[in-house]
């Protein structure tokens, strides 16, 4: 399995509170993303990496930013949770165009 | 506007049986497809995955067919067995540098024993 966890597991958290979702890699991969999983939707990409601190926009961007400050560590940070936001988060890592390697999820639960 | 759709919510497939699950794509720039497993409480496993240049990509029991022409990918599971049961989902892409995955909707594999 590839080197990914995410923290915390599951959060739960009130409207209008900030939220940082972290996500640590141990396999040196250059391309990291955070996707959102919600019922009928699949997953959907918030944002990526392609550097430290090189980030772009993805599909559902809105509400969230990114930080990539190393290589291991991509940050997603809800500024003003909403309960549009509550999902399961995930976070994925790449080797240029090698397969994409998931880890747990992240479980958020905004009230 | 979903570019990636499987439409069918769940299967369920007799063990031993063949399991066929199917998915469609509109943007005709993806060349690069991918089919994912997840547990519960678990993160999406890579399974297999099929280049736009290729028709068929097998890989022991599961084999992917894609059909340019109607925008349509398929994975066979043969024989189907208990731990395959399973959300599956589709993904397609573009080849230039990131992989930004388009997900299908997924669909939800029970074998029965």
């Known amino acids: 399995d590839a080197g990914i966890t995410q923290s915390p597991r599951h959060k739960v958290t009130e409207t209008g509170t900030p939220v940082t979702l972290r996500c640590h890699q141990t396999?040196?991969?250059?391309?990291m993303y955070w996707y959102r999983q919600d019922p009928g939707h699949g997953l959907r990409l918030i944002h990526y990496s392609y550097g430290v601190k090189d980030t772009d926009k993805g599909e559902v961007s809105d509400g969230y930013s990114v930080s990539r400050s190393k290589t291991e560590d991509f940050l997603l940070t809800l500024e003003s949770a909403t309960s549009s936001q509550t999902s399961v988060y995930f976070c994925?890592?790449?080797?240029?165009?090698?397969?994409?390697?998931f880890g747990p999820g992240t479980r958020l639960t905004v009230l | 506007d979903q570019q990636v759709k499987q439409n069918s919510p769940s299967l369920s497939v007799q063990e031993g049986r063949i399991s066929i699950l199917n998915c469609d794509y509109t943007?005709?720039?993806?060349?690069?497809f991918l089919w994912y497993k997840k547990y519960p409480a678990e993160g999406p496993t890579f399974l297999i995955s099929i280049s736009s240049i290729k028709d068929k990509n097998e890989d022991g029991r599961f084999t992917v067919f894609l059909n340019k022409s109607a925008k349509h990918l398929s994975l066979h599971i043969v024989p189907s067995q208990p731990g395959d049961s399973a959300v599956y989902f589709c993904a397609a892409t573009i080849i230039q540098g990131a992989q930004k995955l388009v997900f299908g909707q997924g669909t939800r594999l029970t074998i029965n024993p």
């Open positions: 994925a890592i790449s080797e240029f165009t090698d397969t994409q390697y």
């Open positions: 396999e040196n991969h250059r391309y």
């Open positions: 943007n005709s720039m993806f060349d690069y």
